[in-house]
């Protein structure tokens, strides 16, 4: 059972382009949670998503970013017109159906704005 | 709302010392604690937990962690530390929320073991 997978695990983009980040949950892991860290600070939660909803968003920057979980393939995390400050890892963690199992996570993409 | 501290940013012990890396939250209800480890470049991996029973947790590589109602705290304890252990270290509380788990994660503490 291969774990939870981030791609890219290094993604490069110029200021203003776009970003999207891919997660695959663990097999049988329908809710995903997505968090960002910034250089010497911890994990903030941006968004929760079932599959086909968003749960929770309450920490998503309202304008440029937006995430999805298609019924079929990972989830997305898309960030337009990149700024520097969006330079951060971005994690990606997912759990099972029921209940308080810890949450798995995956490596990470490091986004770096130039 | 919740909340996690992790009050030493960094904190160092010579190998083969006992480590001791706090945690304190603030959650309605019944807290539900983990710990989670970052080597660099990685991914978080989880250590242990606390949901109900025994106030000592013990988990992943020797470490153990006490959870103390009264003070609030889930400090991550290891009897002798190893240089290996030099990680990053986040303290997170787990809450049920309208069915689902929302986390908070503390600020995270550099433990680095000096050889």
């Known amino acids: 059972n291969a774990g939870v997978m981030q791609n890219p695990r290094h993604l490069v983009r110029r200021r203003g382009q776009e970003a999207r980040l891919r997660c695959s949950p663990m097999k049988g892991h329908s809710h995903v949670y997505w968090y960002r860290q910034l250089p010497e600070e911890g994990l903030k939660f941006m968004v929760y998503l079932q599959k086909e909803n968003i749960i929770d968003e309450s920490g998503m920057p309202k304008e440029r970013f937006s995430a999805e979980f298609p019924k079929e393939g990972p989830s997305i995390l898309r960030i337009q017109q990149v700024v520097r400050g969006d330079s951060a890892a971005y994690f990606c963690?997912?759990?099972?159906?029921?209940?308080?199992?810890?949450?798995?996570f995956g490596q990470g993409t490091r986004l770096t704005v130039v | 709302a919740q909340s996690v501290a992790q009050p030493e940013d960094q904190v160092n012990v010579a190998e083969g010392n006992p480590l001791t890396v706090k945690c304190t939250y603030s959650v309605s209800g019944n807290p539900y604690l983990f710990w989670y480890v970052q080597y660099p470049n990685r991914g978080l991996q989880f250590l242990l937990k606390y949901i109900t029973g025994d106030n000592l947790v013990k988990g992943s590589y020797g470490f153990e962690a006490e959870f103390n109602k009264s003070q609030t705290s889930f400090h991550l304890k290891k009897p002798s530390a190893l240089v290996s252990d030099s990680a990053l270290y986040f303290c997170?509380?787990?809450?049920?929320?309208?069915?689902?788990?929302?986390?908070?994660f503390g600020t995270g503490t550099k433990l680095q073991v000096i050889p």
């Open positions: 963690a997912s759990s099972p159906t029921n209940g308080l199992a810890e949450a798995f």
């Open positions: 997170a509380a787990h809450k049920n929320s309208g069915g689902y788990q929302k986390v908070t």
